[in-house]
């Protein structure tokens, strides 16, 4: 196929997007977009008479949908197939898209006949969702630089650019440094205490080493993260303990995959050009179209619930002491080693509740999850979801007509039919095991926004998801913790929410809403994996096909806010060590950025023996994008607060009601950007969010 890249099928041609198409076809869309934009721009003379929404602000999304589809697709092949060749055409041509997308809004041009529609009489007869379209088109303009001097939108795209290849090298730094740590361990006696799945995972890796045979007792572990957190939880070796820890706080942090000066770079970059905008500081700059509305709100919401669990927090901490001090015959409670944490405090939660969480692993084999999840999502949402045969090139036989191409043979493929309409409102991917070709973490992405505008003929939406979950071994399904399964349904909630769209606007759609509110979709699907009735849609055992028992359940229930306040303080201190660094770091004049953080995060950390290193350089969230969730992680609490209000609808109404379940499809997940945040939660609530539900689900109050 010619322009693998600019092809309008639903069905991507996986195969040829090649390092050699990409050289050739994001020029051409940049090429075609800029061909576009000076026909707009020649409207500027005409009348406002003249000027309508298709060909200012729909002929500026077209000549645009191209380059975004396609840099997409980039981006996602960085995500999961990075190899040399790829890196090197992406970083290549990084910053030519980076500079004509920040072009856009700094061509006065453009913004002249963009501003003389928004102020024409047609302007005021557009739909309301076009409307707002219009309005946030307008702000965005704003936020990025249009009413800047000519010499000041010069250096917002140096600055635009310049983020751009930053970020991006400190991402590839995080997953170069992760790839290049491996433990080969040939003594069996420091296994101890490691489930069998891990062990066997660990084995199965060392196998897998040119350098291993079949005869020699040898176990794998590397940073990824069903191999990390096993060995942190579980591993009674307190030297194998240290040595991984050691090695995964590292990350970022020496050459040559050091983000230690990229970090300070993005944070300079980050304020400079938010003063250039005209906000005192990143995070004003970030949140000033939230639901937060600025820094100072987003650091209060934080700071007030530290408040409300420091005392908490300090008595788990405590607790977690005496623990350790009873088993070990310590005269005194001392604290703990950082890496010794999850350990004990996974052996408190045994001792305290009777409940290991290996023992839930049988319960949920992966395809038995998914199958429930897609159970769950027909009685609640009306939504019956389909698998595809899929195909990859690493297959022997040819691909047949009923095959779907994906990019690795790991990767499936379903389609979303609507039950009342019997129509295919959408499709996505799934890849859910970890490669090292594969950043880490679990993300949600969309590949096409399907057309709802009622002039034109309606097309489905396209969507993927990834994860890093625990592979199958030894023949065996994959078996999940508790907490992967969550991590399914969770971003099985953001694709939700881009499969449902239904906004006549596609940059309106699914994900693009307030960063603060993205994650209610998301984060309310988690509590279905806490309800019996749900749970038993898919909680069976991957052998027997029994159920979860009940003094297991119970244990689980019982389990469930262990160390809650713990949990929180960690969530918080990341939010916060977020907002300072996006607003007060800038001004500070202090010496080093490790000292700095461990201020201003004072009473968010339990004690240790050893310090334990802030996490700055190996947090991608924040720092692998030209934003992301710079000055935005403390949405996930603030959403947080949103679900578990909103599930509290579900609670009194059922939780496998199709009635309560389509109010939430219709009144949140099918109206994406279309109006403010604080009304779709309104419309399905019929009232504003109650923060103490969230107090209420974790027991603190």
Known sequence: MQQPFLSTEFTIPWSQLTASAIEADIPRAIESAQATIQTICALKDQSSDTLNYENTIAALDEALEPLSHAWGLVNHLDSVCNEPKLRSVYNKLLPTVSEFQASIPLNTE???VIKTF???AAASTLSPSKQRYLQETIADFRDQGADLAPGQKSRAKELLSQLAQTTQKYSENCLDACNAWELTITDESRLAGLPKSAVAAAREAALKQSSTSSDQPAWRFNLQAPSLIAVLTYAQDPDLRKTVWKAYTAIGREAPHSNQALVLDILNLR????????????????TQRRMAGSGATALAFGTDLHEKIQQAFKLETLALQAFKASKTHSAENQPLEPWEVAYWSEQQRQAEYAFDEEALRPYFAINRVISGLFQLVET??????QERKTWHPDQSEAKGNDQIEVWHSDVQYYEVIDTDSREMIGAFFADWHPRESKRGGAWMNYLITGNRDPKQARSP????????LTPGIDGQ???????EVETIFHEFGH???HICGEVEVKALNGVNVAWDFVELPSQIMENWCWERTSLDLFAHHYETGALIPEDLFKKMLAARNYRKASATMRQLSFGKMDLVLHSDWPNANASSLESYIKTQLQGYHPEYKTEAPSNVFNFSHLFSGSVAYSAGYYSYKWAEVLDADAFTRFQKEGILNPNTGRAFRDCILAQGNSKPAIELFKDFMQRVPEPEALMRRDGII
């Not at 399904?477 to 907490?483: E, F, V, W, Y």
């Open 118 to 120: 928004s102020e024409s």
């Open 477 to 483: 399904p994959a078996l999940l913790t508790h907490r």
């Open 380 to 385: 609640l949402f009306g939504l019956k979801i």
């Open 461 to 468: 939406h396209l969507g993927l998801i990834c994860g890093n």
């Open 110 to 112: 453009l913004w002249t």
């Open 495 to 497: 694709l939700l929410h």
């Open 271 to 286: 304020h400079e050009l938010a003063q250039l905008l005209g906000q005192s500081h990143w995070a004003n700059h970030v």
